[in-house]
């Protein structure tokens, strides 16, 4: 048994959204406030006990037809018009989680509570909606109308007093959601009902498609998911001690406080004690007593002192001192956890040296308290030891087929390689007992948000589920986000999925956490475009971006999966110009010779065109390609440059990034001094008379020269500020920054063509 996936509608931005569960691990990857977060709060409120929501948990754009229903009761009362109190008006806009459960045949006894009918086949999904909805809404009704009322009287009466209609101060409650913001709680509750499988329906774009719900449908009078998941969750709050935190010196997150409860659990041996605790209750009781046989004595002299006082007289109780030895206790100090830093021996004696738990690092606490509370979890599932006696004469004492944890952020305080470890371990941890490990009777899943790029370098591509921002498209919406199943993008065996799959695991997976992807060519640009960012760009230096470097013949093997995360995605390729009358060798870019471009992403992808004068004759507008209106790719490569030779003015072309640098600083490479590829530059520009050969004896230097030492070379000679940015490249940044600041506004509105923000090209 296992949920296969959840749709989560109305809850915060998320409003309407489908979530697919790995078998095992699923991870929540994503940019800052895309969402993930949400989703586990969701998952959180919904499926664990005594949790309550607030009116924030609800689309923030719903409370404008929320707020309507209020204010047609008002209405209607005040015109004696019968208010609709049914829940037809509700439930578009109400928080729910629908929770899709796979069962085998031979666990049908787990799930007949929730059988949508008696000859269900197991083929089928079992369907449960959580809806978070009014408890009784005549109730609601009463209650909103007699506070608004109330607050309108109050009104009345200080405009009468004071003589004057002008008292502009507002009393609670104005709205609905004013009322609600005090007694949502009072109000609303969870309720639970089954759905119809054979109306599920699978996701478009990444968008739930769920079922409507009958106005009659009747709710369950219990928990559904009671005795079949048990459900366990580590908050991203952890709070760790630090040693030099003085303002704070409580427990907070301290592995004794775990460790006691623990020991409570499923070691104490004064609860609930068998054969095998005989023998420490013995030593605990034979302490106990010579305890107070000390006290005793050692309060005789200071009670005998107090009877001559008059007390205790004939009809007062006596004094007597009684101890009560717990092992618990043990647990209970500052020092009850230690680290072992030292060992050895000296002189025949061994001896070792601890600190107390709060002056071991942060991570490593961390770590130590995610990693035992996972062990916790699975043991109290397991009914290890005490837990099993507690429960044994229950009527629910079988243990739940699923276990459901839900973890987040827990790379908090944590190096990479511990993240990468801590996340190919962690579900072996909640496996790691006699009756799991590989047996399939019992299920465990394991649910992870995270903000790491370390824990989605490590984990199987085909366990994320990559949370998509998408921006209002109008200024009466609100941000919303969308779910992408990636192990539909690496799922398949295809060569380019693979290439994807091998190219993300040698680098750095931030690609999933940024605001925009950029794409470049090779080395040089890798070291230098971050530069020009940083001194030419100050908004977008301000932006989350992922600089690949992939190169032009590979760029487009990354389609799809720019296209399934629908991130902005700007590719700084070459012209890559070949002559296909030679073979298709190298040439220099020349208008007029028939040329045409050896760069896949040119040919294949965007601009789908190969030919080198018609990629030189585009405008801006037609170096992009556009999915929706929130989404686009644009490709920047080698575009004419004017330069001044004998102070003359003519048009070069370049052929990579290299040269287009050198033609946007011409002056500058005159005098630079420096080896290699800056030397025959330098030669060339000051030895040339006009474009043509100029343009010849850079194209024959650039095929022989090494261009990620020209790059490292030119860092060490010239501070990056004083470098102008290739056209080509600063037209694209440009472009880049225009989408990311008008998203980040909130609203994406039409740009000018010469940045290319409005075409919409193939």
């Not at 690092?361 to 009914?383: H, T």
């Not at 190096?415 to 801590?422: I, M």
Request: charged letters at 30%.
């Amino acid at each position: 048994m296992r949920i296969e996936f959840v749709e989560i509608q109305n809850f915060r931005k998320l409003l309407s959204c489908r979530v697919d569960f790995a078998e095992k691990t699923t991870v929540f990857v994503g940019a800052n406030n895309s969402g993930k977060t949400s989703a586990m709060d969701a998952l959180i409120l919904f499926l664990l006990e005594n949790k309550q929501f607030t009116t924030t948990d609800f689309t923030l754009s719903n409370w404008i037809e929320i707020n309507k229903i209020g204010d047609s009761w008002v209405k209607n009362d005040s015109e004696n018009i019968a208010p609709d109190l049914s829940i037809k008006s509700w439930q578009k806009y109400l928080p729910s989680i629908d929770v899709w459960i796979k069962a085998e045949k031979d666990e049908i006894h787990y799930v007949s509570h929730i059988l949508p009918a008696l000859d269900w086949d197991c083929k089928d999904l079992l369907g449960i909606r959580l809806r978070f909805e009014p408890e009784n809404i005549e109730e609601l009704y009463k209650d909103y109308l007699s506070s608004f009322k109330s607050a309108k009287k109050t009104i009345e009466e200080a405009k009468k007093e004071k003589g004057t209609d002008k008292v502009t101060l507002g009393l609670w409650p104005r709205t609905m959601r004013e009322f609600l913001d005090k007694r949502l709680n009072k109000h609303f509750t969870i309720r639970a009902y089954i759905l119809d499988p054979t109306k599920c329906k699978l996701p478009e774009k990444g968008a739930a498609q769920p079922q409507e719900l009958p106005i009659d449908s009747l709710y369950l009078d219990k928990d559904p998911f009671n005795g079949l998941i048990k459900i366990d969750q580590i908050s991203a709050q952890r709070g760790f001690s630090d040693p030099s935190d003085s303002q704070n010196q409580q427990e907070r997150g301290k592995l004794s406080t775990q460790l006691r409860t623990y020991y409570a659990k499923h070691i104490d041996p004064s609860e609930l004690p068998d054969v095998s605790d005989i023998d420490a209750l013995e030593v605990i009781e034979k302490a106990q007593l010579s305890f107070d046989e000390k006290l005793q004595n050692g309060f005789k002299i200071p009670l005998s002192e107090l009877e001559g006082l008059g007390y205790p007289g004939f009809t007062d109780p006596k004094i007597t001192i009684s101890s009560q030895i717990r092992p618990v206790d043990g647990l209970n100090h500052e020092s009850a956890v230690q680290f072992e830093v030292i060992r050895g021996e000296k002189d025949g004696e061994k001896f070792s040296l601890r600190l107390p738990e709060k002056y071991n690092g942060l991570g490593y606490q961390n770590l130590i308290s995610v990693v035992f509370k996972l062990m916790s979890f699975r043991d109290e599932w397991m009914q290890v030891g005490k837990a099993a006696k507690k429960v044994a004469d229950k009527k629910d004492s079988f243990i739940p087929p699923l276990h459901f944890v839900l973890l987040e952020e827990p790379e908090a305080h944590l190096h990479a390689q511990v993240q990468q470890v801590f996340i190919r371990k962690a579900h072996d941890i909640l496996r790691n007992h006699i009756n799991l490990r590989k047996k399939i009777n019992f299920t465990t899943q394991l649910v992870i948000s995270t903000h790491s790029s370390h824990i989605a370098h490590g984990t199987d591509f085909a366990s994320l589920r990559y949370f998509r921002r998408t921006p209002p498209r109008t200024s009466d919406e609100v941000p919303i986000s969308t779910v992408v199943n990636l192990s539909e993008v690496f799922g398949k065996s295809d060569e380019t999925n693979r290439f994807a799959a091998r190219y993300l695991k040698t680098t750095h997976c931030d690609l999933f956490f940024a605001d925009a992807a950029i794409l470049v060519e090779g080395s040089a640009e890798r070291i230098l475009v971050p530069h020009f960012i940083r001194h030419h760009f100050e908004k977008l230096n301000g932006s989350y971006l992922s600089l690949l470097e992939i190169g032009g013949s590979h760029a487009h093997r990354l389609k799809r999966l720019i296209e399934h995360l629908g991130l902005i995605t700007l590719i700084i390729t070459d012209l890559d110009s070949v002559d296909p009358s030679s073979n298709n060798s190298a040439a220099q870019p020349i208008r007029g010779n028939k040329y045409i471009t050896n760069n896949d992403t040119l040919k294949t992808w965007v601009p789908e065109n190969k030919s080198i004068d018609e990629l030189l004759d585009m405008k801006p507008s037609q170096k992009i390609k556009k999915y929706d209106d929130f989404f686009s790719i644009r490709v920047a490569y080698q575009c004419p440059v004017e330069v001044e030779i004998e102070s003359k003015k003519e048009k070069v072309i370049p052929y990579t990034f290299e040269d287009a640098l050198v033609y946007d600083n011409l002056e500058l490479f005159k005098k630079l001094d420096g080896n290699g590829l800056i030397r025959k530059f330098k030669e060339t520009i000051n030895t040339k008379k006009n474009a043509n050969d100029l343009g010849r004896d850079m194209f024959e230097a650039l095929r022989k020269g090494d261009k990620a030492k020209f790059a490292l070379e030119l860092l060490y000679l010239k501070d990056p500020e004083e470098l102008k940015v290739p056209t080509y490249i600063h037209e694209g940044l440009s472009w880049l920054q225009d989408q990311l600041e008008r998203k980040q506004k909130g609203v994406l509105l039409p740009t000018t063509d010469a940045q290319g923000g409005q075409a919409n090209a193939k």
